[in-house]
């Protein structure tokens, strides 16, 4: 299995709790002789399939592994004469080993998988291939608004207006926060767009919205930064070009979602985000909208593998919204230096509630 | 954007070529009995989780602590409470068994239901053991005011406190011990990982090293002013004078059978004033030889403490020597089952010294016994020279569990 090798021993001796089964899975039966595995080849089509492992021999094989590559996918365990284990995996086409170890002939044989449809409910597929459709639309649309903002950004710091430019900076990147795992994507767009000063190598230029708001508020004039904006629309021109037509699996849009709140955790909770503005809250509450959009997407599919589940998202969701509402000023928010230590801590234990079920989305979604 | 490090390839994630779950078979062998000491399965490094009382208290004494206090978050009613403190008794119970603290899939598109940390490693004779603050009993909460533990409060003010709130209190507790590190820490961020949206974690402390033998079997370790303290602790072969000063008593709510209340106190040490006092006036604070752990009115470490004995200048165990005022003869007989560890979090920025001390846990039938030592102590010590009281909670401990069913069950019934 895909885990600890100890710690898949300890389990398959142990587990008492209920078998996290596919349902639906086909069963194909699989024999521990003192010979090894039998049959030792075998062929079946794709999709769920449970293994399900009997012993006919003595105690000289008592396990069965499938292997992709050199990686274990799973064990299913029957130690003893006359008992059975189970293995459960949803197979891909292609080529697997399987193994008995300790056999004496055939402790190693040949999985072939074909080309076939897995076993999962129509209705569900739909539901996942709605949801990626809707995300590809949803990254295009952000970036768009992104473009719009930013050339309004701009247009303030040409005409040196620190004011304006000053009320502006966190709308206008708000857009980029909020697709931000993808723009991290673009390994190249990303730090020019977005990188902290320490997030500059030595000799590199530091370039985008964090240049600009150091200007902005730490000299307190917009002196030098006129191409540093001309850059800025440059490239989030190029962001919104490379994310036409984009296509992703519905476990990204789960890691996604994931990865937004992770990026509240690691950066914005601490401050150091925004770090001269201390508009993180700004960027706080477009992560958990741009993480809400993505899970609210995949919901349809969630809810009917795992209702209970989606339940409890939602409401956490709004749980964290909630708690950003008293510092709402206007448009934006307090300034992040002004909310104490204890209050970062509830904000951050708040994501850290929502973000563990948020977690098993993506694993769900692959049942 | 975040730093380079933690950049998640979003879209060159790929998905698993397969997943799926194993399915396995056969029974958690646990151990448990109605024993009055949890037996440990020999050579297993395996104490077991269920029986009358909670493991952990009478348990000898581990070398490794993780203590943490969680609060129960604002909107969370009576349901989650009590499927929180199942789901927990399940993922201790399994993981003093060195298993995994849920079962694991083979899932690659999930994040491990295990943290991993303790894969492979013993069970490093892990205990888990729970305790209920004051503030889960308070009307309008979970509606469980009228079996609130008779001795339950709040502890009062005490003499020489300093407290911080941030390091004091708390509506749930959960204390691991362990013989290694990294299982205690494992045990309480896997429960951390389990609560979380319905607890978020208050405070937490490790310790580094035992300073108390709750057993007759074990040596007195030096705390870290390099002295033997607790030298007549409660052990757990006392079974009487457990009976008299440790378990609950009679007319306690029925789910405290077998429970007991547990004391906390961060204790800070200024160690570096410690170790510029004089041999003479470190010995006459404990009222022991710092060499051989001996009342100063003896020669070996077990030798009766006399407090009577008069000296040239007076009594020799000095009166406000830490040995005679926290001794059970001038305190009418009170005795606790202290269980405390060394610790320290590093460096006080603030003084520049390091910030270490005695993480002090006592356990005992009624608080007030605690109550009443450390008042007398809070004032009169010698030892409050050198030390000042940073943290402070107090929780009822339920009484054991039995094989498959959760701590506390009766307390919902």
């Given at each position: 299995m895909a885990v600890a090798g100890a710690a898949a021993l300890t389990l398959a001796a142990c587990g008492s709790e209920p078998d996290e089964e596919i349902a639906g899975a086909r069963e194909v039966p699989v024999a521990l002789t003192d010979a090894g595995c039998d049959p030792a080849t075998l062929s079946i089509p794709a999709g769920p399939t449970t293994f399900v492992v009997r012993n006919e021999g003595t105690e000289q094989v008592r396990e069965l592994e499938v292997l992709g590559g050199t990686r274990v996918l799973g064990e299913a365990y029957a130690t003893s004469p006359g008992r059975e284990g189970r293995l459960t995996l949803d197979l891909a086409p292609g080529r697997y080993t399987v193994n008995c170890p300790g056999g004496a002939e055939t402790a190693t044989g040949v999985l072939t998988v074909t080309g076939g449809t897995p076993a999962r409910t129509a209705t569900a597929d739909a539901d996942l291939a709605a949801a990626t459709a809707g995300y590809t639309s949803y990254v295009e649309m952000q970036a768009r608004e992104l473009q719009r903002r930013v050339r309004r950004f701009a247009t303030a710091i040409r005409a040196?207006?620190?004011?304006?430019?000053?009320?502006?900076?966190?709308?206008?990147?708000?857009?980029?926060?909020?697709?931000?795992?993808?723009?991290?994507?673009?390994?190249?767009?990303?730090?020019?767009?977005?990188?902290?000063?320490?997030?500059?190598a030595e000799g590199d230029r530091w370039t985008g919205f964090h240049r600009i708001e150091r200007g902005l508020w730490v000299d307190g004039s917009t002196e030098g930064l006129g191409r540093y904006a001309d850059q800025l629309e440059r490239d989030v021109d190029r962001l919104a070009e490379r994310v036409q037509g984009l296509t992703y699996k519905p476990e990204e849009l789960a890691n996604g979602a994931n990865g937004l709140l992770g990026e509240v955790?690691?950066?914005?909770?601490?401050?150091?985000?925004?770090?001269?503005?201390?508009?993180?809250?700004?960027?706080f509450e477009a992560n958990v909208l741009g993480s809400q959009a993505a899970f609210g997407l995949l919901a349809p599919a969630l809810r009917k593998r795992d209702p209970e589940l989606a339940a409890t998202i939602s409401r956490r969701f709004d749980s964290v919204l909630a708690a950003l509402e008293p510092y709402r000023r206007g448009d934006g928010f307090v300034s992040y230096d002004t909310v104490g230590e204890p209050e970062r801590r509830r904000l951050s234990q708040q994501v850290d509630a929502l973000a563990e079920p948020l977690s098993e989305v993506a694993g769900v979604l692959q049942r | 954007m975040s730093a380079k490090v933690s950049r998640r390839g979003f879209l060159t994630a790929a998905g698993g070529a397969a997943a799926g779950a194993v399915a396995g078979a056969g029974l958690v062998a646990v151990a448990g009995d109605d024993d009055e000491t949890p037996a440990a399965p020999p050579g297993t490094g395996r104490v077991a989780f269920d029986g009358a009382h909670q493991a952990g208290i009478i348990t000898p004494a581990q070398d490794r602590l993780h203590f943490a206090a969680f609060d129960v978050v604002p909107g969370a009613?009576?349901?989650?409470?009590?499927?929180?403190?199942?789901?927990?008794?399940?993922?201790?119970?399994?993981?003093?068994?060195?298993?995994?603290?849920?079962?694991?899939?083979?899932?690659?598109?999930?994040?491990?239901?295990?943290?991993?940390?303790?894969?492979?490693?013993?069970?490093?004779?892990?205990?888990?053991?729970?305790?209920?603050?004051?503030?889960?009993?308070?009307?309008?909460?979970?509606?469980?005011?009228?079996?609130?533990?008779?001795?339950?409060?709040?502890l009062p003010a005490l003499p020489a406190d300093e407290l911080d709130p941030a390091r004091s209190g708390g509506d749930l507790a959960v204390q691991a011990c362990a013989d290694d590190p990294q299982v205690a820490f494992h045990a309480v961020r896997n429960l951390a990982r389990i609560g979380r949206g319905v607890v978020v974690m208050r405070w937490s402390q490790l310790g580094f090293g035992r300073t108390s033998s709750t057993s007759s079997a074990q040596e007195t370790p030096r705390n870290l002013m390099g002295f033997k303290d607790g030298t007549n602790n409660l052990t757990a072969e006392e079974t009487d004078e457990l009976r008299r000063h440790l378990w609950a008593a009679a007319d306690e709510p029925a789910w405290m059978a077998g429970g007991t209340y547990l004391v906390a106190r961060r204790i800070r040490m200024l160690i570096e004033v410690w170790d510029r006092a004089s041999l003479d006036d470190q010995e006459a604070t404990f009222g022991r030889r710092r060499a051989s752990g001996a009342p100063l009115t003896g020669s070996r470490e077990r030798d009766p403490v006399d407090l009577a004995a008069q000296g040239a200048d007076g009594p020799l165990i000095p009166p406000g020597a830490h040995i005679r005022l926290a001794a059970p003869e001038t305190n009418d007989g009170i005795r606790l089952l202290r269980r405390g560890y060394s610790f320290t979090d590093g460096f006080d920025a603030e003084l520049g010294q390091l910030d270490a001390g005695l993480f002090f846990v006592s356990f005992q039938r009624d608080p007030q016994a605690f109550?009443?030592?450390?008042?007398?102590?809070?004032?009169?010590?010698?030892?409050?020279?050198?030390?000042?009281?940073?943290?402070?909670?107090?929780?009822?401990?339920?009484?054991?569990?039995?094989?498959?069913?959760?701590?506390?069950?009766?307390?919902?019934?």
């Open positions: 040196g207006d620190v004011p304006r430019a000053k009320e502006l900076f966190a709308w206008s990147r708000a857009p980029f926060e909020k697709i931000e795992p993808v723009a991290e994507s673009f390994g190249d767009l990303d730090p020019k767009i977005d990188a902290r000063v320490n997030d500059v955790s690691a950066s914005k909770i601490t401050g150091e985000e925004d770090r001269y503005s201390h508009t993180d809250l700004s960027d | 009613t009576r349901a989650d409470l009590r499927e929180l403190l199942a789901a927990w008794t399940g993922a201790a119970r399994r993981m003093t068994a060195g298993l995994p603290a849920r079962p694991l899939t083979a899932n690659p598109a999930a994040p491990p239901a295990d943290t991993g940390e303790a894969a492979g490693l013993p069970p490093a004779r892990l205990t888990v053991t729970f305790g209920l603050g004051p503030g889960l009993f308070a009307a309008e909460r979970f509606g469980l005011t009228a079996r609130r533990p008779v001795r339950l409060a709040p109550v009443r030592v450390q008042t007398r102590l809070g004032r009169e010590d010698a030892l409050n020279e050198y030390i000042k009281h940073v943290g402070s909670a107090v929780f009822a401990v339920p009484g054991g569990t039995r094989p498959g069913r959760p701590v506390a069950e009766q307390l919902f019934a």
